[in-house]
């Protein structure tokens, strides 16, 4: 039960920014309980958040060997894995990390995460056709996985430029869930850099209060008020909005 408590509170902790809180619970839940998956791979995300990606790759390592059978752990470890490799340039390393992602998918076939981060990987390495795939096949996994969309709609806009395409995955993904932040920021993205700043203030305005945590929060409000100084600038000097994309 207290393991149990201490996991909770450190994930609020977290939340709130509270970075130093938050480790002491899982560095306590750790000494508790050094049989628990489960902390060690919370404790591993936040590692990974924090960019401490060495102290991540051990807390993955460390869940992944007291729970074989943990998909979301054992992925987790390999795209750490992949970005330690990747910063260092270590073609071998990567390489080997791609098998262990081939792997994660073909022991997990029902795990999105397996196919999403694998996703995020391709793309990273310019195999947008390849990592398009992946995300087909999250889909059919999972197919009111909003986060999946949008993260598709960003493969199309950086593969393609197809705006179009990634506004009809990003709209499907809100008429799934209403309520995903991620879908409200990145249109509203869309729509400021293509010049409809209205539209782009409207969707901030509601991706603010879908915001997890004071940091998130911050970011969106400076993205909405740069959107707004922006507006205030284009209706003083009387630019046609709709043309401001293509100036």
Sequence with gaps: MLVNALVKRGSLYMQHEKVEDSLRDFDRAALLDPTNSDVFHHR?????LIGKVDAAMSDFKTAVELNSNFPIAFVQRCYTDYRYAYQLGDKAKVEEVMKKFEEAIKNFPKCVECYVLYAQVLCDQGEHERADSFYVKALEVDPENPTTLVHRALLILQWKGDLAQARSYITQ??????KCELAYENLATIEVQTGNLKRGVELFDKAIPLAKTEMEMAHLFSLRDAAVAQLKIVEKMGINIPNLGTL
């Design 173 to 178: 993904a809100l008429e799934i869930d209403d």
């Design 44 to 48: 591993g995300q936040i590692h990974l």
